[in-house]
C-alpha cells in the first residue's frame, strides 16, 4: 500500500524492488508500476536511480511517467477517493458523484487536499458495473453508490486518523 | 509431469467434479460455489467463503466444500451462492446470511426463500439454469467461469484442461492447427474482427528466428469486463491456448498485456502461470516433445491507447504507447521488430474449444460472416446487468429484453451503445438486427470488444457524444494531429452547443471535422473516435438542433439549458424537496407550494427525484 515518503530518500526499498528485475529496458514501466504502488508517486530520486540501473536518459523515463494515467509525479493523499467514470457508472450518474466530492473536499480532480489526507481522481472502468455507480477509497469499492453515500464516507474518513 | 500423469488427474478429478456439471450426481456431497469475480468480491465474497468454512468446521459438516469460482454473469444479483448438485441459485447474499444457509439448506434441506432470486417476471426461481437470464445464452468462452477455481490448475485440467494442447502436441502439424482455426471462421473479439486463422497464417509464413505470441488484456473500453472475468474465472484456457498459438505460428515465448487496474485477474493469472510452470506444462521441451513455450504478464498503466495492438507492443518494449505507422504489421515485425501473433483473451478462450470438438461444430454457430458466440458486458439502464454470451445473429431485442430484463423504473428505451468510444449508439427501430459485425457497421456502431450499455429515455445524445469525445481527447496519445487537435476542436463545438451557444454553422463544421478525423488519423483510436458523435447525428439530429435553435436539452440533462420548476398545482408543500436541496434552493411555508430560486439552484435534480408529487420538473 502507499507508504507516504515526501522524499524519495528511502533507497533500500527501491534497491529491493530494482534488483527484482532485470536490467532490460523494456522493464521501465513494469519497475514504475511497483514504484508508484510502494511510495503513491514517484519521486525525483527514484526517477534518477531507475534510470541509472536500466540506462535511460531522465527525458525519457518522465515522458514514459507523464504518458500513462497510472503514474503520478505528485504524492497522492492519505485517503484517494477515485470516482469511476466509465460508461456504465456514467449513465448512472457518477459525474453527480464527482460533484459532490468536489464540493466537500473543495478540490478539484487530480489534486490533493493542502493536509495531504485526501485526494480525487476521475477514474476510467474498473470492471464493477454491476454495482454502478461506484468510487473507490484506496482499495475499498463503494458501490451502487449515491451523492448522500460520498458525503457519508468522506466525513467518516475525515474523522479518522 | 509427464502427460500420463496429467490425464490419471483429469480422470480423477473429473470422477470427484462431476456434481459440478451433472446435476443428477448420486452423491452425499455438496459444492458451495461462491463468485469471487470483482463485483461479487467487491461486495464482501471473500468473507461469505471465510464464514461458509467457519460454520461448517464449528459443525463437523465434512461432505460439504466451498469453492471460490469466476463470474456466474448475473453481477446486478451479486454476491451469487450456487449449491451443486442441486443448482440452488441464492443472490445479493450476505456474510451474515451463511449461518442460515448452512442449518437450513445443509443441514435441514430446505431452500432459504428469502435468498431465491426473483426473476423479472416476479417468479421466484430455485434453479441457476431456470433464470431467463440464462435460457438464451450459449457458453463457449465462458464455458468454465463459475464452475471451476480458477486458482487451481487440476480442476481446470478435470474439465478437458490441456487436453486440446494435448491433441495439437500429439497429432496435428502446424498447418492442421491455422486450417482448422481458419476452418472455424473464428474472428478478432477485440473489435475489429479480422479472421483469426489468417493472423495465424500470416505469422507461421513470417521469416524470423524468433517469434513471440502476445494476449491483448489491455480491456480499455469503459463498460467493458469479458476479458477480465475471463482472466479472473478460467486463466489457464488463455495460457492453453497461447500455447496453442505457438506451436502453430513456431513461437516459445508469449507475453499477456494487463491492465494494472484488474489486480485480482492479474494476481490469478501469475498463479496460474505458476501452477502451469510446476505440472510442467509450460517450460522446455514439453511432454518430451519439441515444442518449448514460456509465458511472462506485463502490466499496463492505464493508457486507453495501449489496447490498439503497435502501442501495446510499445508499451511491453517499456515506452510510450504511441502506434507505429503499418505496414509493417505486427505478423512481420512486431515485438522488437520479431514476428508477433496478438490476439485478444476472448479470441484465446475460443481456441481449445475449436481444437476439441472441430471447426465444424464451432462454424455451424452463428451467422455467414461471423460465426461462434461473443461475450457482451450488459450494463447501464437495463436490469439484469452482467455478462452474457450469446450466438452470433441474436438481436438486441433479446439481448436487452429476453436476457437483460428490459428498462427499470418503468423508463423506455432509447440507445444501446456497442464499441465504447469508438462504437455508435443504435436507436429502438435497429433493435431488430441481428448482432454480427457487419450488421452493426453498417448502422453505424461496431462490434468493439463487447461493451454494451443500455440507456433509457432520460439521456441526452448531445450529452453522451461530449462524454465519449472526453474521454479520446484524454486519451488521444498525441503523435498524429488530426486527433491530437481534431477530437479536441470537435470537444470544444459539443461543449459550445450543450451550453446553449452553438449555432448551425457548428454542427455543420462539427460534422465535416468527425468525417476528416476519421479519415486521416494514424490509427484505430483516432479513425473510430468521431463514431460516437457521427451515430448520434445520425439518429438524434434532431436533439443537437433542439440546443441550437430552441436552447433546449429534451432529456433535461444538460445543466446550461434546464430550468427546473415546481408546478403550484401540484405541489402540496410537503417539503421534502427543500430538505434534499444541496444549496437551499427551494422556498416556500409549509402545505403551501413551493418554488425554486434558479439563480442559486445548481440543477442537481435532487428534488425532481424525491417529490412524492412528480409536482417538480
Known amino acids: 500500500m502507499n507508504k507516504s515518503c515526501n522524499c524519495g530518500e528511502k533507497t533500500s526499498e527501491l534497491d529491493g524492488i530494482l534488483s527484482k528485475y532485470e536490467k532490460d529496458k523494456s522493464n521501465l514501466i513494469q519497475i514504475l508500476n511497483e514504484v508508484q504502488e510502494y511510495y503513491g508517486y514517484v519521486p525525483t530520486k527514484a526517477q534518477e536511480e ?3 540501473y536500466l540506462n535511460i536518459e531522465m527525458a525519457e523515463i518522465y515522458g514514459v511517467i507523464t504518458f500513462y494515467s497510472r503514474f503520478t509525479l505528485k504524492p497522492k493523499g492519505k485517503y484517494n477517493i477515485a470516482v469511476c467514470l466509465g460508461t456504465a457508472c456514467f449513465v448512472k450518474g457518477s459525474e453527480k458523484l464527482l ?35 461506484v468510487f473507490t477509497v484506496n482499495n475499498e469499492v463503494y458501490g451502487k453508490a449515491t451523492p448522500e453515500l460520498m458525503k457519508k464516507v468522506i466525513e467518516e474518513y475525515k474523522n479518522k486518523e | 509431469m509427464t502427460l500420463e500423469k496429467i490425464k490419471e488427474i483429469r480422470k480423477e478429478k473429473r470422477k470427484e467434479l462431476d456434481l459440478r456439471i451433472n446435476l443428477n450426481a448420486d452423491t452425499k456431497e455438496k459444492h458451495i460455489l461462491v463468485c469471487r469475480g470483482t463485483g461479487c468480491t467487491s461486495s464482501k465474497s471473500p468473507k461469505i467463503i471465510e464464514n461458509f468454512r467457519k460454520i461448517l468446521k464449528e459443525k463437523k459438516i465434512d461432505n460439504v466444500r466451498v469453492i471460490q469460482t469466476g463470474c456466474f454473469g448475473l453481477c446486478a444479483k451479486g454476491p451469487i451462492v450456487i449449491i451443486r448438485p442441486e443448482d440452488t441459485f441464492y443472490a445479493m447474499v450476505t456474510p451474515e446470511d451463511c449461518e442460515e444457509i448452512i442449518n437450513t439448506h445443509i443441514i435441514e434441506g430446505k431452500k432459504v426463500e428469502r435468498l431465491l432470486c426473483k426473476d423479472v417476471d416476479d417468479k421466484l426461481v430455485e434453479r441457476l439454469d431456470e433464470l431467463n437470464f440464462y435460457k438464451k445464452q450459449k457458453r463457449i468462452a465462458l464455458k468454465n467461469c463459475g464452475i471451476i477455481d480458477p486458482e487451481n490448475i487440476e480442476e481446470y485440467i478435470a474439465f478437458d484442461g490441456y487436453k486440446a494442447l494435448e491433441k495439437v502436441l500429439t497429432s496435428m502439424s502446424q498447418d492442421d492447427v491455422i486450417k482448422e482455426v481458419t476452418d472455424s471462421g473464428l ?7 479480422f479472421p483469426t486463422g489468417k493472423k495465424w497464417m500470416f505469422t507461421k509464413m513470417a521469416e524470423g528466428d524468433q517469434k513471440y505470441v502476445v494476449c491483448n488484456a489491455d480491456e480499455g473500453d469503459p463498460g467493458a469486463f469479458m476479458d477480465r472475468s475471463i482472466l479472473e474465472g478460467d486463466p489457464h484456457c488463455v495460457i492453453e491456448a497461447m500455447m496453442i498459438a505457438g506451436y502453430a505460428i513456431g513461437a516459445n515465448k508469449g507475453y499477456i498485456y494487463v491492465r494494472a487496474e484488474y489486480p485480482i485477474a492479474v494476481q490469478r493469472f501469475q498463479k496460474a502461470i505458476d501452477q502451469a510452470r510446476e505440472y510442467e506444462i ?32 510499445e508499451s511491453i518494449e517499456g515506452r510510450r504507447g504511441q502506434p507505429r505507422l503499418k505496414p509493417p504489421f505486427p505478423a512481420n515485425a512486431g515485438l522488437w521488430q520479431k514476428p508477433t501473433l496478438i490476439n485478444n483473451v476472448e479470441t484465446y478462450a475460443n481456441i481449445t474449444k475449436i481444437i476439441l470438438n472441430g471447426a465444424e461444430w464451432y462454424s455451424s454457430i452463428g451467422t455467414e460472416t461471423s460465426k461462434g458466440t461473443k461475450v457482451f458486458a450488459l450494463g447501464g439502464n437495463v436490469v439484469n446487468i452482467g455478462l452474457v454470451e450469446v450466438p452470433m445473429g441474436t438481436t438486441l431485442r433479446e439481448i436487452v429484453f429476453d436476457i437483460g430484463g428490459g428498462i427499470p423504473n418503468g423508463h423506455n428505451f432509447k440507445v444501446a451503445q456497442t464499441g465504447g468510444p469508438s462504437g455508435g449508439c443504435i436507436p429502438a427501430e435497429h433493435l431488430d438486427t ?23 429515455d432520460t439521456k441526452c445524445m448531445v450529452n453522451l457524444a461530449k462524454f465519449y469525445l472526453g474521454f479520446t481527447v484524454d486519451e488521444s496519445c498525441g503523435k498524429c494531429t488530426p486527433c491530437r487537435i481534431g477530437t479536441k476542436r470537435m470537444l470544444e463545438i459539443i461543449e459550445k452547443i450543450t451550453r446553449g451557444a452553438g449555432t448551425e454553422e457548428d454542427l455543420e463544421n462539427l460534422e465535416k471535422l468527425a468525417i476528416n478525423v476519421k479519415n486521416a488519423s494514424v490509427c484505430g483510436l483516432g479513425q473510430t473516435a468521431p463514431n460516437p458523435v457521427l451515430s448520434t447525428l445520425k439518429y438524434f439530429r434532431d436533439e443537437y438542433e433542439a440546443h441550437i435553435k430552441d436552447k433546449r436539452c429534451p432529456a433535461g440533462e444538460c445543466k446550461a439549458l434546464t430550468k427546473i420548476t415546481i408546478d403550484p398545482e401540484k405541489c402540496k408543500g410537503c417539503g421534502l424537496c427543500k430538505k434534499q436541496c444541496p444549496v437551499n434552493a427551494i422556498v416556500g411555508e409549509p402545505r403551501k407550494a413551493h418554488k425554486i430560486n434558479s439563480a442559486i439552484c445548481i440543477k442537481c435534480r435532487a428534488c425532481v427525484n424525491n417529490c412524492p408529487f412528480k409536482a417538480i420538473s
Open chain 1, 50 to 52: 531507475i534510470s541509472k
Open chain 1, 99 to 133: 460533484d459532490t466530492a468536489k464540493e466537500a473536499l473543495k478540490i478539484k480532480e487530480g489534486e490533493t487536499t493542502p493536509d495531504g489526507k485526501f485526494s480525487l481522481e476521475a477514474t476510467r472502468c474498473i470492471g464493477a458495473c454491476g454495482l454502478a455507480p
Open chain 2, 187 to 193: 474472428r478478432g473479439r477485440g473489435g475489429a474482427g
Open chain 2, 282 to 313: 509450460l517450460g522446455n521441451n514439453i511432454w518430451g516433445t519439441d515444442f518449448s513455450f514460456d509465458l511472462e504478464i506485463r502490466l499496463g498503466a492505464g493508457a486507453f491507447v495501449c489496447g490498439e495492438e503497435t502501442a501495446l507492443l
Open chain 2, 434 to 456: 441481428p448482432i454480427d459485425y457487419e450488421s452493426l457497421s453498417a448502422i453505424g456502431s461496431m462490434m468493439g470488444s463487447g461493451g454494451l450499455i443500455v440507456m433509457d
